[in-house]
């Protein structure tokens, strides 16, 4: 397996959207789950968004509903995370990861996911 690469942060207003997508470095893997995770200087790693390769669902975290969205090109197969509203709290390294099985609801995220990247850097100005 390689690993996958994030892009599209960058630093906005307090407002902006920003969409992040995820690519697979080097050859392709099957997987059949794809999270979007974030950690903010001095906190914990959080998950935000969860999409199914296979079913399509979505899982949207608490603290980002109604704000982020995850969806895939099918066409390119990227997984993509459309984030509305930005404030200076989704200010973080946001990453990407998959996982052979989305996690169950309830249960902790971050064990499901074996791949991660690099992350990519989202700064909000207020």
């Known amino acids: 397996q390689r690993g996958l690469v994030e892009s599209g942060g960058g630093l906005v207003q307090a407002g902006d959207s920003l969409r992040l997508a995820c690519a697979a470095a080097g050859r392709t893997y099957r997987y059949d789950c794809i999270g979007w995770f974030r950690q903010a200087p001095g906190k914990e790693r959080e998950g935000v968004a969860l999409i199914s390769i296979g079913s399509g669902s979505t899982t949207i975290d608490d603290s980002v509903k109604g704000r982020f969205t995850i969806s895939r090109d099918n066409a390119e197969n990227t997984p993509y995370l459309e984030m509305n509203g930005l404030t200076p709290e989704d200010t973080a390294m946001y990453y990407c990861?998959?996982?052979?099985?989305?996690?169950?609801?309830?249960?902790?995220?971050?064990?499901?996911?074996?791949?991660w990247g690099q992350g990519t850097q989202v700064t909000v100005s207020s």
């Open positions: 990861a998959a996982g052979t099985l989305c996690p169950p609801i309830g249960a902790r995220w971050n064990p499901y996911f074996g791949v």
